[in-house]
């Protein structure tokens, strides 16, 4: 079967001419494949713990050729540019991701009232500060749990309970370790990232955490000064936003505007990465209405180190990012592979970025679906395609998942994540699988 992705509102097609990426499987299904144009095939299945339905996606780099691009939203969808091997290269939005990224001064991870919004004029700031939303924030009418969390302190030998397991979680995020969605608990992502960040500052790793590992992370005074849980008044723009109930079938699917969030909980969920469950306790008699102040988690600000090396750990489940002096800067919890399908081996490159695909679903008796974009489209918000045909680096439209499920051999990281990562990894990065 031939699937083909038509892509939104951003591409950066990269490589060399009359090359095809097709992509990951959302997983659903266990019957269907998918087949590039210039004969090179691959089967794709999905082991995710929920059977629906099986995607695919294929970006055209063939500058000769007519691309098929679709523009989300009002967006253009024009090819505008090529770049230096005549490849056609989507500049959408005024966003260019096809230069590569230079190194700023836009490092810090202290976000004083506001999060995830950078300053300066690198494209690596510009960029991240068009992928992901600026959250202004206030200490203000904080709870007591609120203050209870952001005033834990880890201590040898005590029990780590929710309030010291929150300010871990938000230290380690901080610290650019990521966890995931932040729940308060002491669990696999977390360990994860903790050791990841041991690795990363030349650490021994440990299962749990230590003295040296809590002074390490503690040890930038500005940061360990941030509040975890901070004071947010909601807006239009929060609550209004698109909802809508995802049916089960591509053909359903196709019938959508967007792969829409399905609640407003689920949208706020993402946009401060935390759990649903871990948000709704913290506001108990809250009703989320435009107006209404809440408590949230503080995200804090990203990577802004350009990325030239990711290294997808099957073993430990995590995604873990380089600079172009082999530093360890980053990682993000993933789910990479499965028994049942297995990820690729060896080392590959970025051949192709996408902020926003949809997809094309093409069943058993030929017929195609398109799939449009959305945080719960099969590969959420982001793709960044392979030089390896079927395979990339994807959002999810389950990110509280992440690491939780297998994947058709992709890739796959919460849509928080992805963004970040879309925002500073290079053109041509390399990829390696272990």
Known sequence: MSQLLKVGSMIVAMGTASALLVGCSDANTTDNSVQTTNANQSSERDATDNNTDSTAVNVSMNADTESEVNGSSSQSSDMTNTDGTGNAINNMDGMNTNSTM???????????????????????????????????????????TAKKVNQATWKDGSKIDRNVGTKLQALLNWNHSGVGAVDGYWGKNTRKAMQAFQKGQGLPVTEEMNTQTWQALTKNSSLISQPVL???????????????????????????DGMYYESVLEAL?????????????????????????????????PNTKPVSRVVADKSTQTLYAYDDNDNLIASYPTTVGSTATPSPTGTHQVKVKIH?????????????????????????????????PSYGIHGSPDPERI????????????????????????????????
């Open 102 to 144: 230079t190194d700023s001064n836009d490092t810090s991870p202290v976000t004083n009232g506001v999060s995830q919004q950078l300053e300066g004029d690198s494209k690596t700031a510009n960029s991240l500060n068009r992928l992901l939303p600026k959250i202004k924030y206030t200490t203000d009418s904080l709870s007591t």
């Open 269 to 301: 969920g993402e946009k401060f990465h935390i759990s649903r469950d871990y948000l709704k306790s913290l506001n108990p008699n809250a009703s989320f209405k435009s107006g209404e102040t809440i408590i949230v988690y503080n995200p804090g600000n």
């Open 356 to 388: 926003e695909p949809n997809y094309t679903y093409t069943g058993d008796d030929g017929k195609k679906s398109v799939i449009p974009p959305g945080p719960n489209n099969p590969v959420g918000v982001v793709w960044i395609g392979l030089s390896k």
């Open 230 to 256: 901070v004071s947010y008044k909601l807006t239009d723009s929060d609550v209004n936003v698109k909802t809508i109930d995802i049916p089960a079938s591509a053909e359903a699917k196709a019938k959508l």
């Open 403 to 434: 690491s939780r499920q297998a994947s058709a051999g992709c890739v796959r990281l919460t849509n928080w994540d992805a963004l970040s990562l879309l925002g500073v990894i290079e053109n041509d990065a390399t990829v390696e699988f272990n």
